[in-house]
């Protein structure tokens, strides 16, 4: 192997041809030889190469070991390297390890990937160790530092205060800071604040991932139509700022919410946007648009693009099979999953595919089919269940009045019962009239949530369809002296591609006169 004059230029070019840890090794061996094997340059492309491209870090592991004084950036690529894989102790303990040899002080490169090892590995003040650190080493106020310190300390609820502490330090705001701390609100939950800081950032700072940020927040937490107005407001300013222009990201935040609200006409129209403006249609984008069909009851549109896709990705495959089950088509969805097992391990089942086979086996009353699905699974697959897995099971036997067996399956779960687990079963109860298996669902679910009227509501309605008026007046009793809440009811309705929500109760909407009014005419005409 003949290098020219210029080394480095040289160094590049193999590595873009290289496609084996064998030519890698090649390479390695001929620098060892030209006497370059300690070049601290050429050693972080191997190491990087070696990471990012072959996916070996056990061999990058061994090129950084035999460094006689590895810098700061062959350190930092290291624990990247680790990070990017979850090998949080490994990331740590390597930095340790830079810090105490004293040869490779830390920048500010290295705190932002360490902080994400950090709590990872320290569960109870981690990231106030790190945080701790840095300011000793002097990088406290260095923007890129605090940013990342910021997007830690959001990640908690509890540590949301300090986070915005940290953002209004930071006299150095940028775009990153701006976003990270409306993200860590809305990954809270605190969407008020969320959105009063989305409307301080200045617009000349605001970008595609900032608008994402906040339009994903809403979806998340459920403001669909809040979420739908921002996209309307992003795409007016993108006339103004040529940088904000939506994403896939962006519509797939959008059509989610779309979805969710079964707001056909203007999924159609969003549909119709990236059309118009030639969006690439990714899997991100396809699968966004094949959820919103199915969850719209749209199946022929959903399964036209699933088929062009030709089947697609898992992904899609799994947002099919949910789509047909929530519809009632538990056939086409079992299909589906037929279909998926012929391409082997191209398109293997993970744990949200079998959350649609076991809603479709609920919808189509297959208890026993949903049982060997469970079976295949756990036992075939190695999925360990999670809640929902275990909330499809008790749902499809609760329906079938088969709680001997739901009883065991509770008894056995490897994690804790939640609320949706004890209120399917009380559906199941009212059902079938199991007065003992709903009081004991009940206690649980009080235990839970004490507040929650609706528990005791159904527990009423259950022992007023028996006849039992005096257990009727208790939970009554007991839901006055306890004051509890119930969960409004909320629908909503399409008109004129805008979206009006009505709550239970609720008489704010401005033309409720005129909605009452022609309730009242339909009553009196019937």
């Not at 929500?501 to 008489?507: E, L, P, R, T």
Request: aromatic fraction near 10%; hydrophobic fraction near 40%; include cysteine.
């Amino acid at each position: 192997m003949l290098l020219g004059q210029n080394l480095y230029q040289d160094i590049l070019v193999i590595l873009d041809k290289c496609k084996s840890l064998a030519l890698l090794k090649q390479l390695q061996g001929h620098l060892i030889t030209t006497g370059h094997g300690q070049t601290q340059l050429y050693a972080f492309k191997l190491v990087r190469f070696c990471t990012i491209t072959l996916s070996n870090l056990h061999y990058a592991r061994l090129i950084f070991k035999y460094l006689n004084f590895p810098n700061v950036y062959l350190y930092t690529a290291m624990i990247t390297a680790y990070t990017s894989v979850q090998d949080h102790t490994s990331s740590l303990l390597l930095y340790r390890g830079m810090v105490r040899n004293g040869l490779s002080r830390p920048n500010h490169f290295v705190f932002p990937i360490i902080l994400k090892s950090f709590p990872e590995v320290i569960k109870s003040y981690g990231i106030e160790m790190a945080h701790t650190h840095i300011d000793k080493m002097g990088f406290g106020k260095c923007p890129v530092v605090q940013t990342a310190l910021l997007d830690a300390y959001s990640r908690s609820s509890s540590d949301i205060k300090v986070a915005r502490q940290l953002f209004d330090e930071i006299t150095d705001r940028n775009v990153v800071s701006w976003t990270a701390m409306i993200s860590g609100y809305t990954r809270v939950g605190q969407m008020g604040d969320a959105i009063l800081l989305f409307e301080e950032t200045p617009q000349c700072v605001r970008d595609t991932p900032s608008w994402n940020s906040i339009i994903a927040g809403c979806t998340q937490n459920g403001l669909f139509s809040e979420a739908i107005s921002f996209l309307r407001r992003m795409i007016v300013e993108e006339g103004m700022v040529q940088w904000n222009k939506p994403n896939d990201v962006t519509f797939a935040c959008v059509l989610a919410a779309c979805g969710h609200t079964g707001m056909l006409q203007l999924g159609k129209c969003i549909h119709g946007y990236v059309y118009r403006n030639s969006v690439h249609l990714n899997s991100l984008t396809l699968n966004a648009l094949i959820d919103m069909y199915g969850k719209c009851g749209s199946l022929r549109e959903a399964r036209y693009l699933f088929d062009k896709a030709n089947r697609g990705s898992l992904t899609c495959c799994n947002s099919m099979i949910n789509c047909l089950a929530l519809q009632g088509h538990w056939e086409g969805a079992i299909g589906v999953f037929k279909d998926m097992l012929q391409h082997g391990d191209d398109l293997k089942p993970d744990s949200v595919t079998f959350i649609g086979l076991l809603n479709a086996c609920t919808h189509g009353g297959l208890v026993q089919e949903g049982l060997s699905y469970y079976d295949l699974m756990t036992r075939i697959y190695g999925i360990t269940p999670e809640i929902e897995h275990y909330g499809c099971l008790v749902d499809l036997l609760g329906r079938a009045g088969r709680f001997e067996e739901i009883m065991e399956i509770v008894r056995n779960m490897h994690i804790t019962p939640d609320a949706v687990i004890w209120g399917t079963l009380l559906n199941g109860c009212k059902i079938h009239g199991r007065i003992d298996l709903a009081e004991y669902a009940l206690k649980n679910l009080i235990s839970i949530d004490p507040n929650n009227g609706s528990y005791y509501s159904m527990l009423a309605n259950l022992y007023g369809e028996l006849g039992k008026w005096e257990e009727v007046r208790k939970i009554r009793k007991i839901l006055n002296q306890q004051n509890a809440y119930k969960a409004r009811g909320c629908s909503w309705i399409e008109l004129d591609s805008q979206v009006h929500q009505f709550y239970s109760v609720d008489k704010s909407h401005p033309r409720m006169e005129e909605i009452y009014s022609v309730l009242e005419y339909l009553v009196d005409a019937h």
